[in-house]
């Protein structure tokens, strides 16, 4: 179990670096692009060794599956206690922006921010396992320049696969915000760990274009293009038919409902309607 512990040490360090930088920027909402690079980090970093851990670790540290899916479970949870409103998410920001919620320069910076946290998180996974603390990361030093790409399946598959998931995970999110977050941070925690268990053999459904940059576009089998189509393209397609499923249409680019008839909230009395047959 060593190799579980210094994971869960390099957990904890990652968490408390993005809660320190989530409590000194939050009381300034014109820095919500910060709490989106420590949300992002926070995601992308811990991800990262989840990723070694299933990979590694049940042949190099004991650990099985019912480890994995708990531990993923964890990161995922705490990512959605610590990061609050800063999903590290670029389709959630752009949702926001569709939803007329946030303005075309506070949009790009935080996803720039994204973006960069994921970066920075590939950095610092990479020299975490260069120290070579257990059997488990001396391995995953070694098979670092030719990691296993998550896209299992053709372009198109992984597109389609991507696209899904990202639907039903934005449709759940919309009828969930409202929520209290006791309620709605667990269920979100316990419907991506299952999204990732279903779509393990496909994509992974990553679902966040930050998050797939940081976990498998490194990784050698597909070229960029390829990449950018299933996780940026098909996450953002995902994304825009479930708010255009939600809403019946797309605020920041035509306020017509198309799907759905809205209802008059004065309803006219028969008896008036036989008044107005006999005038």
Known sequence: MSGLNASLGYF??????????????????????????????????????????????????????????????????????IGGDASGNPTLVVLKFLQLEATTVATLLSVAAQFLGAHLALHVAAY??????????????????????????SPLQGFITECVCTLVLHLVLLNLRRRSALIRVPLIAVFLTFLAHIAKGYTSAYMSPSLSYGLTFQCPGFTFSQYAVVYWLGSLTGMILALLVYMGHIPRIFAKNLLYFEKTRFRVKKADKAEKKKV
């Open 12 to 81: 904890l360090a990652v968490v408390i670096f993005a809660g320190l930088v989530q409590t000194l920027f939050k009381r300034w909402p014109w820095f919500a692009f910060v709490l989106e690079f420590a949300s992002s980090f926070m995601l992308v970093a811990c991800r990262l060794e989840v990723q070694t851990i299933v990979e590694v670790g049940e042949w190099a540290g004991g650990l099985g599956p019912d480890v994995t899916l708990t531990v993923l479970f964890l990161v995922l949870l705490t990512h959605g206690v």
């Open 128 to 153: 975490y396992w260069s120290l070579e603390l257990t059997d488990m990361h001396m391995i995953k030093n070694l098979m670092a320049s030719e990691c296993s790409t998550s896209l299992l399946v």
